[in-house]
């Protein structure tokens, strides 16, 4: 390869990188790396550190054990951040979603905006540092924390895919390991309680003070049913920085609302829907409805499309998904239809894409959905068809033909298969 041809390619792989997300980067071997194992750490309830929400099973130490600073330079870490080093992010995580294009990570990369001088900003930047020279051990803090003090719930939901986790045990991370946390906040970029209900734990709370008092860049977000605003939350949430809300709707009347989010109130899900849209006047940040369609609620898809417009939201919208809390029964009751359902459901999202004021992230929703309702499990020979065009999926991977085969499993597959 001559230097202009190299020039080329190297070109083409930071375009790439550009166009596929703010995630990825180049580092100096030229590969296009994700930069999620140098910047982020998930902690779970029970303390299982998790890389990324893409890699549920990759689980790189437990803080319980190691602590918060133990995990972040553990062996199973350093091993991920060199394999990710030498062979580029495609070749590590196949299945990401973001290296798809389906889905897009937040950016860190605003940092550049802030006081040069800051502990974030040295942090960060030594952070990009050790990135592109691969570091395995690293000298900066984790940029990003998702932090699960447990799944435990203000609400019992029909659908829940936590339900499995709580079966499992009841765990809750400690008090320690929360303050091993807040001894490294005044370097963090954002920060992620969830849970459970985020909103109804205590250390949701401290982070927003901790946000207000040490660390006003760092940025905040979560995902909630919105049914336990109190008044402090609410006056945190209007002074801190919200990188992005998720409020979680199933139910798109009082009725199915009520019916399926067993213990939530419709008028203050709507009240405080409206409380974090107004807050945005002074301080904009992205507000998303949650949205999860079963086989009586898809009729009420116009329903959502309508608050979006009034809220100027998005919406992320699924059809339900079948994890392994959920029987058989589960599946009667709720996703088994008609075929003439399924198909005025596919119209129904059709007809809402011709809408060209709909919200960008609303329409990639919505593309999402319609892909998925392809091989929607409506009937149990839909379930049948799914499960053999799986296995030959993967007879193709076994003889090395994954990366011909990888768009249509997640097209196959969307969850649906047991
Ligand atoms: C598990 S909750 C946790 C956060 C918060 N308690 C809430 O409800 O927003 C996160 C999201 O997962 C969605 N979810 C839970 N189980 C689901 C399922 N079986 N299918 C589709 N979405 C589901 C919820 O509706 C919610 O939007
Ligand atoms: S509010 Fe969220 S965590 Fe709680 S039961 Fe419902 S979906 Fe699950």
């Known amino acids: 390869m001559n230097n202009e041809e190299k020039k080329e390619g190297e070109k083409k792989l930071v375009e790439d990188a550009a166009k596929i997300g703010p995630m990825l980067t180049i580092n100096k071997f030229g590969k296009m790396v994700c930069r999620h194992p140098w910047t982020s750490m998930d902690l779970q309830p029970d303390g299982d550190v998790q890389i990324c929400c893409y890699l549920p099973k990759r689980i790189v130490g437990n803080v319980k054990f190691h602590g918060v600073k133990g995990v972040w330079n553990s062996e199973e870490f350093q091993d991920f951040r060199k394999q990710m080093s030498e062979k580029g992010a495609k070749a590590v995580c196949p299945k990401c979603h973001v290296l798809q294009g389906i889905k897009q990570w937040e950016t860190l990369n605003w940092y550049k905006d802030l006081d040069p001088n800051s502990e974030v900003y040295k942090n960060a930047k030594l952070n990009e540092e050790e990135i592109f020279e691969g570091k395995t051990v690293l000298a900066s803090n984790p940029r990003r924390i998702k932090y699960i003090p447990s799944f435990v719930c203000n609400l019992n939901c029909y659908h829940c895919n936590q339900e499995q986790y709580r079966i499992k045990g009841f765990h809750k991370l400690e008090r320690n390991i929360f303050n091993q946390v ?26 927003m003070r901790a946000i207000v ?28 920085k919200i990188m992005k809300m998720a409020v979680s709707y199933d139910g798109y009347t009082k009725e199915t609302y009520e019916k399926y989010r067993p213990g939530a109130s419709w008028e203050t899900v709507l009240k405080n ?22 086989n009586e ?80 499990p409506y009937s149990e020979f839909q379930i049948t068809k799914n499960r053999v065009k799986v296995y030959i999926i993967d007879l193709f991977k076994k003889v090395g033909l994954y990366n011909a085969v990888r768009p249509l499993y997640k097209k196959i597959t969307g969850g649906y298969v047991k």
């Open 182 to 207: 807040m001894e490294i906040f005044q370097t963090l970029q954002v920060i992620n309680p969830f849970g459970g209900e985020p909103f109804i734990f205590p250390e949701t709370i401290e982070f």
């Open 297 to 376: 609620t898809y009729k009420q898809m116009p329903i959502l499309l309508e608050m979006c417009k009034k809220y100027k939201a998005a919406s992320k919208m699924v059809p339900l998904h079948i994890k392994s809390n959920h029987d058989k029964e589960f599946w009667r009751k709720h996703v088994k239809m008609s075929k003439q359902n399924l198909n005025e459901w596919r119209r129904m999202v059709d007809e809402a894409l011709l809408d060209k004021d709909l919200h960008l992230g609303t329409r990639n929703s919505l593309l999402n959905m319609k892909m998925l309702l392809e091989n929607y």
């Open 213 to 240: 008092e040490k660390n006003p860049a760092c940025r905040f977000y979560t995902t909630t049913n919105a049914n336990h605003f109190t008044d402090e939350i609410i006056d945190l949430l209007s002074k801190i």
């Open 273 to 294: 829907t409206e409380i974090l849209s107004k807050m945005r006047e002074k301080n904009p940040f992205p507000l998303v409805l949650n949205a999860s369609f079963n």
